[in-house]
Nanobody, 115 residues
Framework: QVQLVESGGGLVQPGGSLRLSCAAS????????MGWYRQAPGKQREFVAT???????NYADSVKGRFTVSRDNAKNTVYLQMNSLKPEDTAVYYC?????????WGQGTQVTVSS
């Protein structure tokens, strides 16, 4: 089992920045990639960004150039630095940990971009 705890969400004005954190615990050795997904009201959950154990990253087109995903293996933590935020980035952001057999999810953290 892998447990994930997110933090760092909140309210920010358009053009602002936020950094999300996700701390992992449990059977971390089995995790080969960690990342972020988001779900806006009335929409399906969508991929945002991911980083592998070897620091290979992948981003959704909608966030490329604005968001940066990174991981600190010593702290078992993955981060999502979000810059130039737009109202359409408003969503609940979920941390994800992928193993060969299962995906694990955090509880979600709300990000609201509004003036």
């Amino acid at each position: 089992q892998v447990q994930l705890v997110e933090s760092g969400g909140g309210l920010v004005q358009p053009g602002g920045s936020l950094r999300l954190s996700c701390a992992a615990s449990g059977s971390i050795f089995s995790v080969y990639a960690m990342g972020w997904y988001r779900q806006a009201p009335g929409k399906q959950r969508e991929f945002v960004a991911t980083v592998t154990r070897r620091d290979s990253t992948n981003y959704a087109d909608s966030v490329k150039g604005r968001f940066t995903v990174s991981r600190d293996n010593a702290k078992n933590t993955v981060y999502l630095q979000m810059n130039s935020l737009k109202p359409e980035d408003t969503a609940v952001y979920y941390c994800n940990a992928a193993t060969m057999s299962k995906n694990y999810w955090g509880q979600g953290t709300q990000v609201t971009v509004s003036s």
